[in-house]
């Protein structure tokens, strides 16, 4: 069977005598058309190439397994022109063959207890949390790997701090007890739903403090404003709502702040989804105003649905953000008419002109996606070194990294035709020369090389 996005390439090439710009949804990628993986890992353009950096599975650093699930992730500067990776691990705490203490607990006894969040009793701690890898991007060598944040859970996806750190958000809502979950019982000695901090020049794993005012909930990822400092959450629900941390005193988040949750101006309990009516269309502005929280660190996961009734605007499960230029970019995974997914630019105020001085920012719908897309079920979201927004896919059909160009043109970038895994938490090395993705599923890292300036050339 010929698969939907072989289809749409297949029509582009056959349309290039037509000087036709956008077949269904796509547009020609700047870096030319995808070449079959001999390997079955990951289609890339042709020039470029991948090495896997990591597996799940195998012995680290530090003695422990490298977990499984590999989600979001960044990269930052570290010595000797070394690239530090920050990974998420969305693992379960009753997944015992996916934890790096080893599928019988068997590592416990070779860590400091104390660097665990949560031991679960010592039979099921929690499996997620970070691991980080020092990378040598001249001998393409992982040189070290060690687990960075212990004893928490579904640790999905996260964002970079200027200052150098990585917050790790888990992705759940669960409460001290003993619960029988996936056939296993599981005892949780901790409350979880929260956001971690990782240095990612630590050679050690880090102590795990909640940031608790940063809310309890089902969170997804986040994004820095590095000029106010300021904190935008995503929260992976079909009743999600988009939030903003301002801290006391920006970089130090353990100092707290105030938790607030964007709204639509004049327009009150706003619904972004567009499943019932289409009531938010693409590059529309809305004006936006952020409403208040209170009772952020709830014993109810009931924060999403208190702001809706506050007058927050209500996404379909928001997953990826990220800050470019005064912006804030968000996904959508099941947002649009027919629940494709959306994706979604909020302009902070100090773009627009004078007299809109007062106005916290503005919002609107960058693009909706639907079964002729290009994009499909958008997840992690980065802005590119060439200016393109690059978007992981966690699709039904098989999922790729999907370029949008400042235009709105469509194209592929990579796929992975090979597995029915998402891709995930891809970055950009901090020279912009080199990107990094998980497989999820296959529990691969991968670093990816090539001519990156072919984009300046066209």
Known sequence: MIKRRQFIQGALLASAALNTKNIMGASRSPFGKLKNDPNKILDLPEGFEYSIISEQGTIMSDGLKTPAQADGMAAFKGSNGNINLVLNHENHPASFKNSPFGTNNEY??????????????????????????????????????????????????????????????????????????????????????????????????????????????????????????????????????????????????SLGGKLQALGIA??????????????????????????????????????????FESGAARFARGEGICYAENSIFLTATIGGVERMGQVFEYRINREFSKSAQGVAGHIKLLAESNTESTLQHADNIIMSPWGDLIICEDSNNYCGLVGISPSGKQYVFADNTHSDSELCGVCFSPDGQLMFVNIQNRGLTLAINGPWSRVNNL
């Open 108 to 253: 416990l006894g070779t860590i400091n207890l104390d660097h665990i969040y949560d031991q679960g009793n010592g039979s099921t701690p929690g499996t997620g949390g970070t691991t980080t890898i020092e990378y040598d991007p001249l001998t393409k060598q992982t040189k070290s790997q060690h687990l960075s944040l212990m004893g928490t859970e579904y640790n999905c996806a996260g964002g970079p701090t200027p200052w150098g750190s990585w917050l790790s958000c888990e992705e759940c809502f669960s409460s001290p007890g003993t619960t029988f979950e996936r056939n296993t019982i599981v005892t949780r000695e901790k409350r979880h739903g929260y956001i971690f901090e990782v240095n990612a020049n630590d050679k050690n794993a880090t102590k795990p403090i909640p940031l608790k005012e940063m809310g309890r909930f089902e969170h997804e990822a986040a994004a820095i404003d590095p000029i106010s400092g300021t904190i935008y959450l995503t929260e992976d629900k079909h009743r999600s709502l988009l939030y903003r941390f301002i801290p006391n005193i920006p970089g130090q988040l």
């Open 266 to 307: 004049k327009k009150n309990s706003f619904d972004t989804r567009n499943w019932n009516d289409l009531a938010i269309r693409e590059n529309e502005w809305h004006e936006a105003k952020w409403i208040d929280m209170d009772n952020v660190d709830s014993d109810e996961n009931d924060l999403r649905l208190r702001g």
